[in-house]
């Protein structure tokens, strides 16, 4: 099973800007859809963001739209999570997933079905208000 590494979390103030990084093992020029997920204290897990392998298509939650920005190095298996106009809503456990499909399902709460690699220990990000 692919495992992958979570970086870059840490403390922020609101409005501040962070960038996530996630890195895959024993994976080669893979093609299967990327995602980031986030669960907060007492939450479930949930979807964040979703890119496609093959058309570099990205999805996003409503709540973080406008706000992060996926992207994807298919050549290094790297997986980046650009944020921006942090809130403190957005404090939680960030984890990253490749996914079974090259593409990404309409419906954030189908990604964590669609897992292929195992979880990361996750990297945390806490916004101060």
């Known amino acids: 099973q692919v495992q992958v590494v979570e970086s870059g979390g840490g403390l922020v103030q609101a409005g501040g800007s962070l960038r996530l990084s996630c890195i895959a093992s024993?994976?080669?020029?893979?093609?299967?859809?990327w995602a980031w997920f986030r669960q907060a204290r007492g939450n479930e897990r949930e979807g964040v963001s979703c890119?496609?392998?093959?058309?570099?298509?990205?999805m996003y939650v409503d709540s973080v739209k406008g706000r992060f920005t996926i992207s994807r190095d298919i050549a290094e298996s790297t997986l980046n999570l650009q944020m921006i106009s942090l809130q403190p809503e957005d404090t939680a456990i960030y984890y990253c997933?490749?996914?079974?499909?090259?593409?990404?399902?309409?419906?954030?709460?189908?990604?964590?079905?669609?897992?292929?690699?195992?979880w990361g220990q996750g990297t945390q990000l806490t916004v101060s208000s």
């Open positions: 997933a490749l996914l079974t499909s090259s593409l990404c399902s309409s419906s954030p709460s189908e990604w964590v079905n669609l897992r292929r690699s195992g």
């Open positions: 890119i496609s392998g093959s058309t570099y298509t990205s």
């Open positions: 024993d994976l080669d020029y893979d093609l299967s859809a």
